[in-house]
């Protein structure tokens, strides 16, 4: 009388079944997750698989390998005697100059096999392969020629003369998508030296730049290395490129052999959406994550934390999660602790002066004040006992510090994340915190290598998800690396300033680093590094509401930037940018369930929305939110300027005195400390929420969702329970709204089960030039239509 689960791997096809037998027990399993180990790393099966009768699970067997290339031998070339060609995932060639296996870089993860080739013969560019989306060649010069699905070359090398090097010719293209840091975030496109980098410049920000570019010659690139090194300048990667107008040339730095991905795409959107194909497509954050996080250095002990929160609930400011510095696990920051540490530091206990029962504390938290929690972590040990332990291990300790432009700190106390044993010890000693009832981490200084970041965040997601398998990771990152998006997780803009030129800065940080691999981004709003001035404060908090990631911070010594603290006029101002924040929330999330699945940005650069627009091709002041135009007030003068592309444009907020807007137009003129000029276009659909405190009270009443007419538009709504991955499976629910213009009519067909945050009711609004017409509240059913009176 026993149940047996016989289970079976196969190798060729990379699959996991199993039979079962027998009765089940009181003890039985009825579910289980796969984990596969492959070289460096491992993979999690997506949820949760019941055990029934039979079943299976299938991994992506697709891994760097030589036995899968073309090697093409050419004349020349110095130590290159031939060029190695393959495919990888479904958009990209991958071209590698010398021996040895493929790099198998944290960077690249195609959820898709590798693309079928066949061999390009008796081409006049030399031998290579072809495949559906493109083909490369090489010629016995060792020129290789890289071109579309349909022939047309989009560049072309000059002859390889040695292994660490590669040059392209250039029609005269744009180059984006390399990152930012300070100085170059307000421009998109940029000639010159990108050398891959992570470094935090206190006062400026993180400068991040990333070994990936996309040219308007019609391709995209990402060049990949297994080293670097870590100088006072930051974690670096060795391999860096040099555009310019004629040519573009990468290098290996190390010089070790050059190793690069190709992807063909006529626009910068389809450029994108192929690059993020080949690095993993951005995973859906928690829904709470679309709302806003209130976080500052110095929450000073329990009764500070419990006044705070309060004060936000009692004053209706709407939030749904708060963030601690050091306070929250030590009393005192480890900036002076030497190599050796001190015992009284700890690195994974609590303060009890902040929370002196953690499990209770948390408990109460989020179930009576509707705040999640998360602490700041440190990629290194203070603990005297911590950290002697860890010297006695081999790889677990880096030789050097965390880089600052100057020198390093944190010397001899830095943990090596690259290392699959630091890993995993660093896991057990967060799961007790994860236990407790701590929702997720937040991830600063760890620039201490290329990719701390990315392995940091390897090991909380693998401990996570052994105590809870179908949860959602999510952390905050100051700076990251191509390929920490398919994680999960976010990244603010570092160490930003309280001044109106780092404010400026933040749009274009957004952009060129969603350009980059890292779609969902904040930043310190009000700036961290002193005290802020309310005027700031407030257009930082507008600015916030347009951005992926909401939240405030601020340095221990500076007045803290919760709304209420700032004057009544400044404070209602911001107050009224949250309450915009939780309105979207419905739109916003919707946005992040799209980009996931067809691997297209939430938030866009106006080049990309409107590439025939030559005045906006390099603007960062202004961008698209999805359908809206969206352009803040940056100035300290509240002036606003921005260009409404050609088309009608609906003011979002719309009264009397303010209607439709023809484009092309420049606006210019004096903005009101509350607005924030956001306009929709002709066509388009907008669902909002009813006003709620967090977001675990939505829905908290109808959908209202929003008609701009002047033609055909459609929106798809999805909800999912905001905490699990089980959306990655399917698990949606799905609202697909379409506008008839020639009937004015609004209609809507819904698929899958309904959510605990789903909504059951909506009203829709129809704007008309100045005025706008609400409809009566309609059930959301399987199908509906809602018709306006087109002689109004």
Request: charged fraction near 20%; aromatic fraction near 12%; include cysteine.
């Amino acid at each position: 009388n026993v149940r047996s689960i016989k289970f079976f791997w196969n190798e060729a096809k990379h699959e996991l079944s199993w039979t079962a037998t027998g009765m089940l027990q009181s003890t039985s399993f009825t579910h289980l997750t796969a984990l596969y180990f492959r070289s460096c790393d491992s993979v999690r099966s997506d949820g949760l698989a019941e055990i029934s009768s039979s079943g299976a699970i299938l991994f992506n067997q697709s891994r760097p390998s030589a036995s899968n290339e073309l090697r093409v031998p050419i004349e020349g070339g110095g130590a290159t005697k031939w060029v190695a060609l393959s495919t990888r995932g479904a958009s990209a060639l991958r071209v590698r100059l010398g021996p040895g296996e493929p790099i198998d870089t944290p960077m690249v993860e195609p959820e898709a096999s590798d693309a079928a080739w066949q061999r390009l013969e008796d081409s006049p560019h030399g031998e290579g392969i072809v495949t559906g989306i493109g083909s490369v060649a090489v010629s016995k010069e060792g020129v290789i020629t890289f071109m579309d699905a349909d022939g047309n070359i989009l560049t072309r090398s000059h002859p390889i003369s040695r292994r660490d090097e590669l040059t392209f010719s250039a029609q005269g293209g744009e180059v984006f998508g390399r990152g930012a840091g300070a100085d170059d975030a307000p421009k998109l496109s940029k000639y010159g030296e990108v050398k891959p980098v992570v470094l935090n410049e206190f006062g400026k920000g993180t400068l991040n730049h990333v070994p990936y570019y996309y040219t308007t010659d019609g391709y995209a690139a990402l060049g990949v290395a297994t080293t670097g090194k870590t100088v006072p300048g930051g974690g670096c990667l060795a391999v860096t490129y040099n555009a310019g107008p004629e040519s573009i040339t990468w290098r290996n730095t190390e010089a070790d052999p050059l190793e690069v991905y190709l992807m063909p795409g006529s626009t910068l959107e389809l450029g994108t959406a192929a690059y993020y194909d080949l690095v993993g497509r951005p995973r859906v954050p928690p829904l709470f994550t679309f709302g806003f996080m209130a976080s500052r250095w110095g929450w000073e002990d329990h009764a500070y934390i419990e006044d705070t929160l309060t004060r936000f609930r009692s004053g209706g400011y709407p939030a749904d999660a708060f963030i601690t510095d050091f306070e929250w696990y030590t009393k005192k920051s480890d900036y002076d602790i030497s190599q050796k540490g001190k015992h009284h530091c700890t690195d994974f206990s609590t303060n009890p002066d902040l929370l002196p029962e953690p499990a209770m504390d948390f408990q109460h938290y989020e179930d009576s004040l509707h705040f999640k929690f998360a602490g700041i972590r440190k990629p290194r040990l203070c603990n005297f006992d911590a950290l002697k332990f860890a010297k006695s291990q081999e790889g677990w300790i880096l030789p050097w510090g965390e880089p600052d432009g100057n020198g390093y700190y944190g010397e001899g106390r830095e943990l090596n994340f690259s290392n699959p044993a630091v890993r995993s010890w660093y896991g057990e000693k967060l799961a007790p915190l994860l236990r407790d009832g701590v929702s997720f981490w937040w991830n600063d200084e760890g620039e201490t290598e290329y990719f701390t970041f990315y392995w940091w965040c390897k090991s909380q997601a693998d401990v996570l998800h052994q105590l809870e398998p179908t949860r959602r990771y999510y952390s905050l990152n100051r700076a990251f690396v191509p390929g920490m998006a398919r994680l999960g997780v976010g990244v603010w803009t570092g160490d930003s300033s309280p001044a109106w030129w780092d404010l400026a800065a933040q749009p274009g940080y957004m952009l060129n680093w969603a350009l980059a691999g890292a779609p969902y981004v904040g930043s310190d709003i009000g700036g961290f590094t002193s005290e802020t001035e309310a005027g700031l404060l407030t257009r930082w908090y507008q600015v916030g509401v347009f951005m992926p990631i909401m939240r405030v911070h601020s340095a221990k010594e500076a007045t803290p930037h919760w709304p209420w603290l700032w004057g009544e006029r400044h404070g209602k101002a911001m107050k009224s940018a949250l309450e915009l924040r939780y309105r979207l929330i419905p739109y916003h999330y919707s946005l992040a369930h799209n980009m996931f699945l067809n691997r297209r940005l939430w938030m866009r650069p106006m080049r990309m929305a409107f590439p025939g627009e030559t005045e906006l091709a390099d603007v960062t002041n202004q961008w698209m939110d999805g359908q809206l135009l969206v352009a803040p007030v940056l100035r300290e003068d509240s002036e606003k300027h921005f260009r409404l592309p050609e088309g009608t444009w609906f003011p979002f907020e719309s009264s009397k005195d303010q209607c439709t807007v023809t484009g092309p137009r420049e606006v210019s003129g004096k903005a009101d400390l509350d607005e924030i000029p956001v306009f929709a276009p002709a066509g388009s659909i907008i669902p909002l929420a009813p006003l709620v405190q967090y977001t675990g009270a939505l829905p908290g009443g109808p959908l209202e969702v929003r008609v701009y007419p002047g033609k055909d538009a459609s929106f798809e709504l999805f909800e999912d329970d905001g905490e699990s991955v089980d959306y990655q499976s399917g698990k949606v629910r799905s609202i697909k709204f379409s506008w008839n213009e020639a009937k004015h009519e609004l209609s809507w067909t819904a698929t899958g089960a309904r959510q605990s945050t789903s909504f059951s009711h909506l009203t829709a609004l129809y704007f008309h030039e100045c005025d706008s017409v609400r409809s009566n509240k309609f059930e959301i059913s399987s199908a509906g239509a809602i018709q306006f009176d087109q002689s109004n």
